[in-house]
Each structure stands twice: as C-alpha cells, then as structure tokens.
C-alpha cells in the first residue's frame, strides 16, 4: 500500500509540472520558460539603447542638473568649512570634472578610445589627442566653485590622471577656461599602480603633510575620492566611462 502511495504523489507532481509548463513538447514557449528567458536576456544591455539613453541624458539637461546638485552641496560645505579649517584647501579632479571631454567622446559613440589622433568630424577621435587639443570647457558649477574658494582664500590643487608630458596644454586649456591653482599633479610616465587610488591617495597625502587641511574633494569617479585625506568627498555623475 506504501508503494502505490508513493507512486499516486509521483504522479501527481508529474501532472502539475505538465500542467505549469503547458506539456513536454511545449514547455519552451511556457509562461515559465518564457519568465526565466527573459530574465536571462535583461542581464545583458542592448548597446545601441543604452547609447540612446546617454545621449538623452546629457542632450536634456539631466546631466547638467545632477551636476548642479552636486556641487552645490559642495558649495555649502566649502562655505562653512573655509574659514575655520587651518590652511583650507580642496582637491579637483580634470576630466569630467573641471573640463569636459564629451564633444570628443560623443563622435566615438561615447567610447573612450586613448590612442590615435582626433578628428572630430568623424571617429575615432583619440582621447589624448583631444586632450592635447585644449579645446575642452569648463564645468560649469565647478569653474564657480573654484572662483568661490580663491575668494574664500582657499588653495586649490588639481590631481589628474592625465600625463606629465600634457602639462602644458592642460595648464593652458585650465586657465583659458577660468581656472587659477595652487598647483596641478599628472600622472608620471613610469608610475605603474594597480588602481587610480594608489595614485592620486598619495598625492592627496603629500597635500596633508604640508599642513594643508584638504576640506573637500571633487571628482567624478570613485577612483578620485577613495583613499582618504579628505574631509568630505563629492561625486559627479559619469554615465560614459569608469576609471579603476
């Protein structure tokens, strides 16, 4: 009797699974089937609608606001920490943060192709060779951030992963755009790091140990912001590339 008891609840579970599934030979196009298929497809972006989505970010101004925001909470931050912090200073990323590179970025279809030379009429347009350009513009909010901190009587310095061997045409594209500066860092050509941190953490260290109380940091990646001496960090959004 156990017997036939075992195999009548075999059977039923067999019917309920036939049941779900809507049959042996039909069980691909099943609600089930279909569920667990298009998880598995939303995992993966569609390139071409995610460019879509960039360029619709940026394009309405979204992008522009959500920088806005950002700086102006650092803006409030600098304005109660300036005067009482001895020797005040905050630390500014370059690209994406103080100039923008997107004109360069954009005739890739927003890939962030390094090497070659830029036209930008047509792609690939090399991002070093952009950058050499110095035709990038001020952000904005950050330009004003800046002329806040010189009139608060704070330093600025500048840590960039660009190139040591760019340093004159950055310097020139900064001050055209704005821009005044304690001093700027690049990136030295035999530096070999595993991430950005362990680049730019040291510069902010070496910052620190002139006596400099670093208030806050600006970036747009978390590669700007992490490793401390800072007492506060703020991050832009970046919807086009990321920076280990």
Request: charged share 30%; net charge positive.
């Amino acid at each position: 009797m156990s017997f036939l008891n075992s195999n009548r609840r075999a059977m039923l579970v067999l019917a309920c699974l036939f049941a779900l599934t809507g049959g042996w030979f039909a069980s691909s196009a099943s609600p089930l089937a279909l569920a667990v298929q298009k998880t598995r497809d939303s995992r993966i972006p569609n390139l071409a609608e995610t460019r879509k989505q960039v360029d619709e970010y940026i394009d309405s101004g979204r992008y522009d606001r959500d920088v806005a925001k950002v700086v102006t909470r650092a803006r409030v931050w600098l304005e109660k920490r300036a005067r009482t912090a001895a020797k005040p200073a905050i630390v500014l990323d370059i690209d994406e943060t103080s100039l923008n590179n997107w004109p360069a970025l954009r005739v890739n279809s927003w890939l962030r192709i390094n090497d070659g030379p830029c036209d930008l009429k047509k792609a690939p347009c090399g991002y070093r060779a952009w950058q050499a350009m110095a035709q990038a513009k001020a952000i904005a909010p950050t330009l004003a951030l800046a002329r806040r901190a010189r009139e608060l009587g704070v330093e600025i310095f500048f840590i960039t992963g660009r190139p040591e061997r760019l340093r004159e045409v950055t310097e020139r594209n900064l001050r055209e755009q704005g821009f005044e500066w304690k001093a700027v860092v690049f990136r030295p050509a035999n530096l070999e790091v595993e991430t950005v941190v362990d680049f730019k953490a040291p510069e902010r260290r070496k910052i620190s140990e002139q006596g400099y109380t670093i208030i806050l940091n600006l970036g747009d990646q978390d590669s700007d912001l992490k490793g401390g001496y800072a007492e506060r960090i703020f991050k832009l959004p970046n919807p086009v590339y990321i920076v280990r």
